[in-house]
């Protein structure tokens, strides 16, 4: 039921209309790095001290300064919407007053009502600049924000959403306007990309490709899944009856090298409403630097970088692999590699940003790191070289870009101890351990995120499949003389697959992520993001790039589930177009 805007409103609303042209200060002095972020974020409201009335702010630092220094307190569980903190085409200020006689606040979008409140010989209100900005029409996911207020209750204003405005009538609230058209949830979406579909890629992947598959296969990154696609005999045997036709990207078999495969796939996740690309890096400890980065600095080198965020995920894996024979990090190489992380990717004008502007770095794999290059197997965690590589980045971040880092570690290693320096966790792809049933995993879930602590990036399995590694990176475990039952035992043994993973059980996980979302008492910083495993982990099958048999479904189903606005839509097979501009070559170091 629609709730019933009194006379008063209409009046107001044309007040709304004012264009604001002279630049107005912020609500409060917040850093630099703050007002990099773009997007909107979340408005945090406050109980003000002694509970005299609400508090509301954009700015995560003028909250906690609120909490430390004025002894306010958050409300975790508001729910008030998303606004920006610049102004846009088509946008609005909302302006925040203060009572003049205790610690008390009013949002108004009306200047005329600001101005009536905060000036004149003896003022109610005090005019303390603009919180942050609102759509001044209706736009796609937005509903209207409204002032309320319950009469009888001195200090009661609050804004209200409208799909909240019915259950606040029958508290005895009563709208006094609206304030502009805001996002009640604004999730950011990204895709964990795999970079290494070039020939600077595994080497050594793929010289074993080319000795199952023969001297045809040679140099074939793509090896194994182009195999599967075209029902190569080594690649199927096992599965005679499994469609693998999916196994090819819409855009063909790439190569990451070029930046116009990059072009492409950006066009197709900022088409779809995606907000980042979060990038694989490993480390080559024998020349002390990075390595399988080809992907990545294409990314930086495309024509249309700027429509898409993205970050960098370390893997410092403990085993070996790699032209550096490990892919470990020493220590006497964590400054080496924090200054490569630093000036060469948290420095970029688009790197991905928390909702209080830090630059991110998420860790994919911490084992690794302090360890030598060569020894015995050891997946233990170094809690001090890890503080060491996180002091080290936040040292470097400090001195070249005077912003501090928001660093977060995955869950596979574990939850962050304060000994690591860290500042949250994020999951990367799921398997369950339990049933190997994706409709198992799926299920479960939001029971997995409520055992992790503090702040958690949120993830989303498209699926998981290994089976496209047989003969490669995992040898064909069945034997001649093994019975169908034996054979079945032994697969299921050697490779991970779920066999009932389905388009509508992804389109359940990511219901269940952002119900996971809606109901969420985190700290806001990263609360709204989502990570998807992933882009194009083609030999793991975690893959939401679009293919040859499915286009565009997995990228609708993020963008319907989530309820992301951003694009047009997903175009399968896009043509980016920049004029007559040739795309540069890779970006180097």
Not at 266 to 274: F, N, V, W
Not at 346 to 362: E, H, K, S, T
Not at 447 to 463: E, K, M, N, V
């Amino acid at each position: 039921m629609k709730a019933r805007i009194p006379l008063a409103v209409a009046v107001l609303v044309a007040a709304l209309t004012s264009v604001f042209t002279a630049p107005v200060p912020s609500a409060t002095a917040v850093g630099n790095s703050e007002n990099k972020v773009t997007d909107p974020v979340p408005l945090l409201e406050l109980h003000t001290a002694g509970d005299v009335g609400l508090f509301w702010t954009l700015s995560q630092a003028e909250a906690e300064a609120a909490v430390t220094s004025h002894r306010m307190r958050k409300r975790v569980n508001a729910r008030v919407g998303y606004l920006r903190r610049a102004a846009f085409p088509g946008s609005q200020p909302i302006y925040r007053l203060r009572k003049q006689t205790e610690s008390a606040y009013l949002l108004t979008a009306s200047v005329s009502e600001r101005d009536q409140l905060t000036t004149g010989p003896s003022p109610a209100f005090r005019y303390e600049g603009i919180v942050g900005h609102a759509s001044a029409t209706a736009q796609p996911g937005t509903e209207v924000l409204y002032r309320m207020r319950k009469d009888g209750l001195v200090n009661s204003w609050r804004p209200i959403l409208a799909s909240h405005v019915e259950a606040m009538q029958a508290q005895g609230y009563r709208i006094d306007g609206p304030l502009g058209h805001v996002h009640p949830r604004w999730i950011r979406t990204g895709a964990i990309y795999f970079g290494v579909f070039d020939a600077n890629g595994n080497r050594s992947m793929m010289d074993r490709i080319e000795q199952y598959y023969g001297p045809d296969s040679a140099n074939d990154w793509w090896g194994g899944v182009r195999h599967a696609h075209d029902r190569h005999p080594k690649a199927v045997r096992h599965w005679p009856d499994e469609d693998f036709s999916h196994l090819k990207p819409a855009i063909g078999y790439y190569d990451d090298a070029r930046p116009e495969t990059l072009e492409k796939q950006i066009a197709q996740a900022a088409g779809a409403g995606l907000d980042h690309f979060a990038f694989y890096w490993y480390w080559n400890p024998a020349a002390a630097t990075e390595q399988y980065a080809t992907g990545l600095r294409s990314f930086l080198a495309a024509r249309n970088r700027s429509d898409l965020k993205f970050t960098v995920l370390p893997c410092i894996h403990p085993w070996g692999g790699g032209a550096g024979g490990t892919l470990r990090m020493p220590s006497e190489q964590i400054t080496r590699a924090a200054q490569i992380l630093v000036d060469e990717y948290l420095a970029q004008p688009n790197i991905l940003r928390a909702n209080d502007g830090r630059p991110m770095l998420q860790l994919c794999d911490v084992r690794g790191i302090g360890k030598p290059n060569g020894g015995p197997p050891d997946n233990s965690i170094d809690a001090a070289a890890v503080r060491q590589f996180t002091d080290a980045v936040r040292a470097r971040a400090l001195t070249t870009l005077g912003e501090e880092v928001m660093i977060t570690m995955t869950t596979d290693n574990g939850v962050p101890k304060p000994e690591h320096g860290l500042d949250g966790g994020y999951c990367p792809g799921r398997w369950d351990h339990q049933q190997s049933s994706y409709e198992n995993y799926v299920a479960g879930e939001r029971l997995f995120f409520a055992t992790q602590p503090g702040s958690l990036i949120r993830c989303a399995t498209s699926d998981f499949d290994e089976r496209p590694r047989i003969g490669i990176s995992k040898p064909d475990p069945v034997l001649s003389g093994d019975t169908h039952e034996e054979a079945q035992a032994k697969l299921h043994a050697a490779f991970r697959w779920y066999e009932d993973q389905s388009l509508p059980a992804f389109r359940d996980l990511l219901a269940n992520v952002r119900a996971d979302l809606d109901d969420s008492t985190r700290e806001s910083t990263v609360d709204n993001f989502v990570l998807l495993y992933a882009w194009n982990e083609w030999h793991e099958g975690g893959v939401i790039e679009p293919n040859a048999r499915d286009g565009c479904a997995y990228l609708d189903a993020v963008r319907a589930e989530l309820r992301l606005t951003k694009g047009t839509g997903c175009v399968a097979n896009p043509t980016p177009e920049f004029g007559t501009t040739p795309a540069a070559g890779p970006a180097t170091m």
